[in-house]
């Protein structure tokens, strides 16, 4: 999406495609439409996503070369027309485009920024299914995100960390990047025998031939593109089903595996444990991608299984394993409601240290209240981070947490765990805005707490304790 200029868009196609295009519109009849929005609107990040259209379905198949760094890729999109499009944008960074259909028709196209612009040769009627195919291929490069973090495609010694929190998907596939758009995919990586790449959900298949292995995985349930992976490396595997019937998948480098192993050792107990509280594991499967991957610096929560840039900590483990509820099944409609993923994330730890033999969350409530009015920790209200520059900041995770601690205190421990299980069963699969949190929870306990939200994500400095 290209920043958006003073001038504003003329509706009419013709002010906005090319003559000869503009000739074949014209030549399909009147009312041809206009082009889609070049971002989801999203503030944080103007550029992420598209208007105009849903992907339903992302079916990418990739080829990754471990010792050139080149990848060979081709998406197909299944998507809806939701208005009359004569042309739309796809999220795409660096890499070259050799070619764009759209319902096998090519389709021409231009590369703007990280825009990939498609200009179908028929004007896509609202409420109309299409699909793109785009082929491409190029060495990722990831981005560098507005904190000085990098995510995306990250290239490591023996494959490829892949990331994309919050706009790393445009580094490897075109998409709708924006967690307002969630789609199932079907995603195939090819790479030299011995490496095994990794992927979202369920692998499907399988198969080696002239020295290279192909790994089909698919995810049936809606994600977001921020939480997709194609992650590639040598992996020991260890695969099981959980009571629960869960199927648990774990990817672990080697270098990684002797720390790893107690840890993920615990992982159906996580599960079940986060089923108690929260209610049920809103997927089927489930695992771990435990990387060797120094200068990362974080982990993510890629849905149905988390990736780890070395053997994660219990509570790192707990953490990525409570967004899989909060922030992958129920996503977010704008970065501004991260806390809505990262407080709910960070109260699960305490949840889980509390309930384990550790610090109760008073405690931890207390610990981080104790910080004096300077520090960092009330740099910002988590509900309004100001920038995408702050949405993995201390007062996000902490704050936010601390916001669910009061809340609990408020309503008491029955209502504030019905809270938690309403919000994941009555937005499973979907979105929830910090708004319909405030509404959910005032409903259930029955008590006015617009006040306490109100200080707690909304006011700047430290909040006064209620
Ligand atoms: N959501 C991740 C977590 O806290 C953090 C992702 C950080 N991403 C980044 N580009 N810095 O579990
Ligand atoms: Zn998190």
Known sequence: ARRRTAVPRRRTVLATVPVAVAALIGATGPAAGSAGAPGAGDPYFPLSGNGGYHVRHYGLTLRYDTASRHL??????????????????????????????????????????????????????????????????????????????????????????????????????????????????????????????????????????????????????????????????TFKVEQYTTHDGIHVYNAVDPREAARAAPVLKKLPSVLEWESKLFGPYPFRSAGSIVDHAPGIGYALETQTRPLYDSAPDISTLVH?????????????????????????????????DEQHGGDSAQDAFDALYARPANDHLWAFPPGDPGSGENIFDTPVYARGAMTLHELRKTVGDRDFFRILRAWAAGHRGGHGTTAQFVRLAERTSGERLDGLFHTWLYTKGKPDRA
């Open 72 to 233: 060979d890729g081709k998406a197909v999109l299944t998507a809806r027309a939701t208005r009359d499009l004569s042309r739309f944008d796809l999220d795409l960074t660096g890499l070259k485009v050799t070619g764009v259909t759209v319902d096998r028709t090519p389709a021409a196209f231009r590369r703007d920024g990280q825009e990939l612009v498609v200009t179908p040769r028929h004007t896509l009627r609202a409420g109309r299914g299409f699909h793109v195919t785009v082929t491409y291929h190029g060495t990722p490069k990831p981005v560098t995100d507005p904190d000085g973090s990098a995510d995306g495609w990250i290239a490591t010694d023996d494959g490829a960390f892949v990331a994309n929190e919050p706009q790393g998907a445009m580094t490897w596939f075109p998409a709708n990047a924006h967690p307002r758009d969630k789609s199932s995919y079907d995603i195939t990586i090819t790479v030299p025998r011995g490496r095994t790449a990794v992927a979202n959900g369920a692998l499907v298949g399988r198969r080696t031939a002239h020295g290279q292995t192909a790994f089909h995985w698919r995810e049936t349930q809606p994600m977001a593109a921020y939480l997709a992976t194609a992650t590639v490396g």
């Open 320 to 352: 990525e394993n409570a967004h899989q509820w909060f922030g992958d099944s129920v996503s977010l409609t704008a970065w501004k409601d991260i806390w809505l993923n990262e407080g709910f994330a960070t109260y699960a730890e305490w949840l889980y």
